[in-house]
């Protein structure tokens, strides 16, 4: 079983910047895609932005520009670098890693909250 353990959230003023990152409780192998979704109070989650195992990477229109997905495969640890950050990204973002199909499963992180206001 694989853990996914989030760091970096916390609170920000509008137009601040965050980093976040997840890093996996071991080596993890052969993957689908790595990435990010969020989940404001009273909506969905919702994908924030993922990295494949080509390289490859998708971003929600909301945050395009502003945030950016990264991997170090070697060390089973995804980033999400978040600038320009507004009031309505607030949420808990958490972490996945998708490895359906290479014998593993869809993991889920706990979440890691953020928080932009004045």
């Known amino acids: 079983q694989v853990q996914l353990v989030e760091s970096g959230g916390g609170l920000v003023q509008p137009g601040g910047s965050l980093r976040l990152s997840c890093a996996a409780s071991?080596?993890?192998?052969?993957?689908?895609?790595m990435g990010w979704y969020r989940q404001a109070p009273g909506k969905q989650r919702e994908l924030v932005a993922i990295i494949t195992t080509l390289g490859i990477t998708n971003y929600a229109d909301s945050v395009k520009g502003r945030f950016t997905v990264s991997r170090d495969s070697a060390k089973s640890t995804v980033y999400l670098q978040m600038n320009s950050l507004k009031p309505e990204d607030t949420a808990i973002y958490y972490c996945?890693?998708?490895?359906?199909?290479?014998?593993?499963?869809?993991?889920w992180g706990k979440g890691t909250q953020v928080t932009v206001s004045s």
């Open positions: 071991r080596s993890i192998g052969s993957f689908n895609a």
């Open positions: 996945n890693i998708d490895r359906r199909g290479w014998g593993g499963d869809n993991y």
